[in-house]
């Protein structure tokens, strides 16, 4: 079975410092791989994702995620926060075998100090 | 381009009674999935939709939970009777087959007293 685990189950950080959310994964191959941000009250929106090629994705809002296949990671980078980062984040794989099958990481809630 | 179309946003029932919940994917995504949220996690598969045809209902409890996607398009999510701990946020989502990528619907926020 697949798992996704995001070990941060809360982060905080001050505006306009560095910050990595780390994601493991359990999965037999390769699969692709998905970052998605939830604001209070609304749905998932895509941050980036990885199907194959360059291991270091870019994404919106200034975000990266590298693929890391030895640790079977895909943690989440944004060299500077802003306030409006605030939100949950969710780390995403796609089984590639058997198709269209997402799961979905427990989130890690990142709070931005001023 | 439209995006996917949850109602409703909030329903507030008392336990034993029924309630639905319907989306409307994005046109042209044949892929819809239904997933539950609980307050802090993450979205969890109830059931997956291949065009009309639920291609993975494994984690739908389908004692009290069914859903349908007549003609492909639009789903539907029924509960009945609905319990306490059915009180969760209900996510539709359709995936675009050129990039693969899921689009999410703001959710159907269900509270039972």
């Known amino acids: 079975a697949q798992s996704v685990t995001q070990p941060d189950i809360h982060i905080t950080v001050s505006e306009g410092a560095s910050l990595e959310l780390r994601c493991n994964y359990s999965?037999?191959?390769?699969?692709?791989l998905f970052w998605y941000v939830q604001s209070p009250g609304q749905g998932l929106q895509l941050l980036l994702k990885?199907?194959?090629?360059?291991?270091l994705v870019q994404g919106i809002k200034g975000f990266e995620a590298e693929f890391k296949r030895s640790q079977s990671s895909f943690n989440l980078r944004k060299p500077s926060v802003h306030w409006s980062d605030a939100a949950e984040y969710f780390c995403?794989?796609?089984?590639?075998?058997?198709?269209?099958?997402?799961?979905f990481g427990t989130g890690t809630s990142l709070t931005v100090i001023p | 381009e439209a995006g996917v179309v949850q109602s409703p946003r909030y329903k507030i029932i008392e336990k034993k009674q029924p309630v639905a919940f319907w989306c409307n994917p994005i046109?042209?995504?044949?892929?819809l999935y239904w997933y539950l949220q609980n307050l802090g996690q993450g979205p969890e598969l109830l059931i997956r939709?291949?065009?009309?045809?639920?291609?993975?209902d494994s984690q739908l409890p389908k004692d009290r939970f069914s859903a349908e996607r007549l003609k492909g398009v639009d789903s539907t999510l029924k509960i009945q009777p609905a319990e306490l701990g059915d009180s969760a946020v209900y996510l539709c989502?359709?995936?675009?087959?050129?990039?693969?990528?899921?689009?999410f619907g703001e959710g159907s926020r269900l509270t039972v007293l």
């Open positions: 999965y037999g191959a390769t699969p692709y």
């Open positions: 046109s042209g995504h044949n892929t």
């Open positions: 939709y291949e065009n009309e045809e639920a291609v993975d």
């Open positions: 995403a794989v796609e089984e590639t075998n058997t198709g269209n099958q997402f799961y």
């Open positions: 990885y199907f194959s090629g360059d291991t």
């Open positions: 989502a359709s995936r675009n087959p050129n990039t693969g990528e899921l689009f």
